[in-house]
């Protein structure tokens, strides 16, 4: 039978429009999908320089501006990979038309932005995701149906880091092309909605909602030259943020994102340990999972480094053969499988707008919490 064809419009060319790009395409080489997803039209600003990524990705036609991206009859899902800021006014637009929307994370700067968008797609009923795809690295998908089996007992705490150390020089600019991050008005917040964002989404999808948060965070450099205005600015951002947090469960959490912990690019961590049993999992290594379970025989009790290659671990029967491995790009095909498989039965995919927003109003507790140097609830709806 032939397949449904989904026409994909991406929004964005930079890091994530290639991630994108490339998951769309491979998606159904690996995966056996009901739809075959179509690279449409590519849209971002720059004519000469979407042609050439048009060119090389395979995209039918080229857009320069969004809205009459959206405003096309032949394309049926929006996928928007540019800045945090444009999220909500292209998701908006986008739900209104009534296509279906993946939307970049984080979803909104604010949760208040956020709100907005979860309100478009469902008022207008259309399919939507937002990219938290460390989800679906196979090693942490295999801690979720570990935790969903209630292999661990009880969880008594979690704790997760994301560092890198690329903002350390004071010389480095804020805004424009590449540095939009360190711009507040485009980025919304530092590395809390940038970094620790991923790291709540998968604590919330593993160990459910966080209620109550305290935090603290850093400016360490606190002017910077402005890309677009040539004049050194304050810098809004957060540097570093670490909060630690309770869960509905009962659990206790830790968390710590900075840009500022040279000699680390990338390394997002977690552990999580219950009363039986204790996982790690770290984005450098990430086709390894640490695993210790206390009901192993006392003798030969000890953490256990799985290799997530074999087939019966989550995704690996559609890539190689066991022992080899796979890697980033790998989880955003991941997405896309899952995404179409979804669409196919008529359910929505994880994580959704309302997975986003419900990110976002941590992401809010934290940095009211830094503010006020108090407890703060983590306030949801
Ligand atoms: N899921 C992840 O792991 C992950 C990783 C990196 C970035 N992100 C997110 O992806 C988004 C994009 O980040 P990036 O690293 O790809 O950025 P980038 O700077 O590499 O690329 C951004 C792209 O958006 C385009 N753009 C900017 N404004 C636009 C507009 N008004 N209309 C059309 N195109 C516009 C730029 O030309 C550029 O092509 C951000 O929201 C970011 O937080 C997610």
Request: charged fraction near 25%; charge should be neutral.
């Amino acid at each position: 039978m032939a397949k449904k064809i989904l026409n994909v419009g991406m929004v964005g060319y930079g890091f994530m429009g290639r991630t994108h790009s490339n998951a769309f395409l491979q998606a159904p080489r690996y995966f056996d999908l009901p739809y075959q997803p179509v690279l449409k039209a590519i849209c971002a600003r720059s004519a000469e320089r979407v042609k050439g990524f048009a060119e090389n990705w395979g995209y039918q036609t080229i857009e320069t501006d969004w809205r009459k991206l959206i405003e096309r009859k032949d394309i049926d899902l929006i996928d928007i990979a540019s800045p945090n800021n444009t999220h909500a006014e292209i998701a908006i637009a986008a739900a209104q038309a009534g296509k279906m929307v993946m939307c970049e994370k984080p979803l909104g700067r604010t949760a208040a932005e956020a709100r907005t968008m979860v309100a478009a797609v469902e008022s207008a009923g259309v399919p939507n995701m937002v990219w938290y795809n460390y989800r679906r690295v196979p090693a942490v998908t295999l801690i979720k149906k570990l935790l969903d089996e209630g292999r661990f007992g009880r969880i008594f705490h979690y704790r997760s880091k994301f560092l890198q150390d690329w903002t350390i020089s004071s010389d480095l600019p804020q805004g424009g092309e590449a540095l939009w991050r360190l711009d507040v008005d485009v980025a919304g917040s530092g590395v809390t909605g940038d970094l620790l964002a991923h790291n709540i989404d998968m604590a919330m999808w593993l160990n459910g909602p966080i209620t109550e948060v305290v935090a603290t965070t850093e400016t360490f450099i606190k002017e910077r030259k402005h890309n677009l205005t040539g004049k050194v600015e304050p810098v809004g951002i957060d540097d570093a943020s670490i909060f630690i947090c309770r869960f509905a469960n009962g659990s206790l959490a830790t968390f710590e994102a900075t840009r500022y912990a040279r000699g680390h690019k990338a390394l997002f961590t977690l552990e999580v340990n219950g009363e039986h049993a204790s996982a790690k999992w770290d984005l450098h290594d990430l086709h390894r999972l640490e695993f210790f379970d206390h009901r192993d025989e006392s003798q030969l009790r000890g953490w256990k480094s799985i290799h997530i290659t074999d087939s019966d671990h989550p995704y690996m029967k559609h890539w190689w053969v066991p022992g080899l491995q796979i890697g980033y790009e790998h989880t955003f095909v991941h997405q896309v499988a899952d995404f179409v498989e979804s669409l196919a039965a008529g359910k929505s995919c994880s994580p959704t707008f309302a997975d986003g927003l419900a990110t976002d109003c941590v992401t809010d507790a934290v940095l009211r919490s830094a503010k006020t140097r108090q407890w703060e609830k983590v306030l949801l709806g």
